[in-house]
């Protein structure tokens, strides 16, 4: 994984999906599922699928929990195929700066009694995101990841 | 997500089915708590029928660890497969609680008699 410091210059041939949902935990299953419909139809597996909904629900719960003093509130969620064969997805919202990747916290390790049971999602977004970056633009966090199909332990 | 209990001796195993994410899983410490309410710490948790878990599901295996781990009881977790898995091994929480292929090796492990 690494960290994107400038966006690049994508090719996109799939410019296709998006979307908008409020800022609370009960429609993130909407967005999962229509990752999952965009995903298989540019080639995921059911197991890179399940990868990807993990990526998106940890963004999302994060922004639910931080971003937002009240729900009534929105996020929009944009999802593209890139000509690798891997999908660029873009969510960005209005709450307050908040950058989840500023969280550096790793993997856990030692005796149970002792372990941290925060900051673990993140982490593995970025353990299975190829890139992810983090911008404040126009009153927007803006996050940007993108999935191959090799993600996760398996690149 | 569906949670049922059955007993083997002196282990109670916790079969779930379904998917463990940010809705479910805290019907996981729920349903242990009740376990524990009755003084029992010896459980196995049997993820052979979990498909997905994310972080919120793995905070969850984080507590009922700690909680079983104050009360010297014993805890396993048997069965996982692909993405659940990955995940454990990703996070490095099956490094903090014991794995095991299989429900008859973790009972193995886990009973005391």
Same mark, same amino acid.
């Given at each position: 994984?690494?960290?994107?410091?400038?966006?690049?210059?994508?090719?996109?041939?799939?410019?296709?999906?998006?979307?908008?949902?409020?800022?609370?935990?009960?429609?993130?299953?909407?967005?999962?599922?229509?990752?999952?419909?965009?995903?298989?139809?540019?080639?995921?597996?059911?197991?890179?699928?399940?990868?990807?909904?993990?990526?998106?629900?940890?963004?999302? %719960? *994060?922004?639910?929990?931080?971003?937002?003093?009240?729900?009534?509130?929105? #996020?929009?969620?944009?999802? +593209? !195929?890139? &000509?690798?064969?891997?999908?660029?997805?873009?969510?960005?919202?209005?709450?307050?700066?908040?950058?989840?990747?500023?969280?550096?916290?790793?993997?856990?390790?030692?005796?149970?009694?002792?372990?941290?049971?925060?900051?673990?999602?993140?982490?593995?977004?970025?353990?299975?995101?190829?890139? %992810? *970056?983090?911008?404040?633009?126009?009153?927007?966090?803006?996050?940007?990841? #993108?999935?191959?199909?090799? +993600? !996760?332990? &398996?690149? | 997500?569906?949670?049922?209990?059955?007993?083997?001796?002196?282990?109670?195993?916790?079969?779930?089915?379904?998917?463990?994410?940010?809705?479910?899983?805290?019907?996981?410490?729920?349903?242990?708590?009740?376990?524990?309410?009755?003084?029992?710490?010896?459980?196995?948790?049997?993820?052979?029928?979990?498909?997905?878990?994310?972080?919120?599901?793995?905070?969850?295996?984080?507590?009922?660890?700690?909680?079983?781990?104050?009360?010297?009881?014993?805890?396993?977790?048997?069965?996982?497969?692909?993405?659940?898995?990955?995940?454990?091994?990703?996070?490095?929480?099956?490094?903090?609680?014991?794995?095991?292929?299989?429900?008859?090796?973790?009972?193995?492990?886990?009973?005391?008699?």
């Amino acid at each position: 994984m690494c960290i994107l410091m400038k966006p690049k210059p994508f090719k996109l041939f799939h410019a296709i999906d998006i979307m908008k949902i409020e800022a609370k935990i009960e429609p993130i299953a909407s967005a999962l599922d229509e990752l999952s419909i965009f995903a298989r139809n540019n080639g995921f597996s059911a197991d890179q699928i399940l990868k990807i909904q993990l990526v998106l629900e940890e963004i999302l %719960v *994060n922004i639910v929990h931080h971003a937002y003093q009240s729900t009534d509130e929105y #996020i929009e969620l944009e999802y +593209n !195929g890139i &000509d690798d064969g891997s999908i660029l997805i873009t969510i960005s919202d209005r709450g307050v700066a908040f950058d989840p990747l500023g969280n550096n916290l790793g993997k856990l390790e030692g005796h149970i009694a002792d372990a941290r049971v925060g900051g673990l999602g993140i982490y593995l977004v970025k353990e299975i995101a190829q890139d %992810v *970056n983090y911008e404040r633009v126009d009153g927007k966090n803006i996050l940007t990841l #993108i999935i191959g199909k090799q +993600n !996760g332990t &398996d690149s | 997500m569906e949670i049922h209990f059955s007993k083997k001796d002196d282990v109670t195993i916790v079969n779930v089915k379904g998917r463990i994410d940010i809705v479910t899983s805290n019907q996981l410490s729920l349903r242990c708590g009740e376990l524990f309410g009755k003084g029992e710490y010896n459980v196995i948790i049997n993820l052979a029928d979990v498909d997905y878990i994310s972080s919120s599901g793995l905070r969850q295996f984080l507590m009922i660890g700690k909680e079983i781990d104050s009360a010297n009881g014993k805890f396993g977790i048997c069965s996982l497969n692909g993405m659940v898995k990955e995940v454990f091994t990703m996070s490095g929480v099956d490094s903090l609680i014991n794995v095991y292929p299989d429900e008859a090796e973790a009972l193995q492990a886990v009973s005391c008699n």
